[in-house]
């Protein structure tokens, strides 16, 4: 992961040169087992809230995103501390990407006192500016005009800060997507669109309710540049975001990145997926983002299975200790009813 | 010390706004015609030559996805002022105003803000027909985490307006823009009211009016009918909806304990129900009649000019429900 050597950048220090990535050098191997880290602990958190959900323990709905780590963990690796993100209702991976205490996310996500919101907003709701996160949202497209929101900011105070928006298929019909794809054009905001594809709508198959046979038309129709990538592959959905960031943020304006992507476990837990074909499901599943990562790293790093078999264990207690602290977690006092409503 | 200035009420606005940007760099205006053409009632004239594109932005039409971003540039330390040209276009903005900027603060558990304000203009009068003729703020003062201002003269609009873009939650305005002619004095210096405190318009002894926006015009007018008759009537603006004031409405029923709440919206749960109900709640027992309401039809506003004048109160329909509610 390109990092800077000096701490998070919030003064005018000139943004620094993503690095390339020199596969055999040990500084780069270290990067990229910090992006198997954070893909293989989102995988491993997704699975520990199906198990809470499943036993009952989760209030409401809850959307995970098992099988969309390359695209999270992609593009946000090829972000700075000072840019921003805005998600949406499937955004733990997100939150974590960002660097989000898993404690704090899954305390709220059972709606316990610690939580980001209090336990008053769930999982739909995790906002996080500490990291940049304009947060996960309820309302589908809504991070859209948030995000592009902080680009105005940044352009009002020159600060060089670039803003991400993720949002699913289903965003593709709503006319805020294009709404403000035309004023991040017309304006040369620095924003990256970010649609995560995962075929589906809630319960409805892309195609059967988006109309042309080109989705990167929709942002070519604005002037805007726009990639279909291979979602499930973490390097290419970072390359491209790298090269997407770089140009925004040297005010060359917004692009559109379709990463082709799929969510293993529905709409929200407990959907029984009847709609989809096994043999599609069982296709996607072979491209799994984490043991082809994993082949990669293998093969251009020498790094070897028990080196990631460790990483696996060392998020599998992490995230076990934060079940462990959420579950006891209290509950909110019922002072919080009525707390920050107003400042 | 200066001297008061007079100022129409929408020169009042101006100088806030300019006084307010001129102060605080983070302060942008944003919303369609604004710019260079100075807004589609002059009302932002001369912004866009002192502060520049990046702070008096146009654009297009398209308030959802312009109102979302003026509730991204908030969260992200920016504190826009944006205009929905007319009240009726806050249908097209509500996803973002009610399901965004309102709930920012609460589901962040108080650690992000949305420090911004909705201008938008309410109130009928100008034939402009059933779209571009409605009041909307008793549905934005439904909503938990938004401030309502509604000033009914031009030190009001000023001292609101200062109030409302200094404040870190999101606050709308509206403004009946027949209202934006109306002349009046302008105390001097650094002028912000307090967001929440009610202005005695009139005092009297009879009957209190708790009048909204442009009907205190018109509550003023019916007072002075009254007067002739020997009816002494109070009249307060509370100004802001949401906070509420309720004891200065409260202590004013406690020595008049008649009331009549007055708003030019349709009267179907609307504010003079809220109104109307604090004041049966909070003073029951000092009232010697029902409290009355007297709002605007339920019916869309009409075009033309005979029955458009039939869908909201005047001074004449204020005075007839005023010798109702004294019996």
Redesign the interface.
Known sequence: MAKSKKPAAKSKIPAPKPRKPQPGTRQDSAAFLAIYRQMALIRAFEEAVRSLATSGLVPGLVHLCSGQEATNVGVISALEPRD?I?SHHRGHGHCLARGAEPNLLLAEILGKAA????G??GSM?V????HGN??T???VG?G???????A??????NSGAVSVCFFGDGALNQ??LH??M??AA?WKLAVVFVCENNGYGEFTAIDDVTAGDSIPARGEVFGIPSKTIDGMDVLAVRKAALAAVTKARKGGGPSFLICNTWRYGGHHVGDKQDYKDDAEAKAWRAKDPLPRFAAWLAKHHGIGARKLSNIDQTVAAQVASAVDAARRAPEPDSSALD????? | MAEPRILTYREAVLEALFEEMRAN??V?VIGEDVAAAGGVFKQTEGLFAEFGA??V?D??I?E???????????????RPVFEVMFGDFMTLVM??LV??AA???????????VPLVLRTTMGLGANLGPQHSQSFHAWAAHV??L?IAIPSTPADAKGLWKAAIR???PVLIFEDRLLYTMKGDIPAGDHVLPLGQARIVREGRDVTLIAIGRMVEFAQAAAKLLADEGIEVEIIDPRTLV?FDTKTVIDSVKRTHRALVIDGAPRAYGVTGEIAATIAEEAFDWLDAPVGRLAGSNTPVPFSRSLEKLARPDAKTIAQHVRAVLG
């Open positions: 921003i805005a939580g980001y919101g209090g008053r907003s709701h906002i996080d500016l500490e304009l947060g949202n309820g309302i809504g859209i005009p948030l995000a592009c929101g902080a105005l900011t940044a352009r009002a105070r006319g805020l709404e403000c035309n004023m017309i707390r920050h409503v107003y400042g | 760099a983070d942008v990046n702070r932005i654009t297009p398209s959802p996805g312009a109102f979302g971003m003026a509730v991204g540039a908030a969260m992200s330390g920016l996803d973002q399901n965004q709930k920012v603060r609460y589901m962040s558990n108080g650690t992000a803000k938990p985490g401030k404040d870190d939650d906070p």
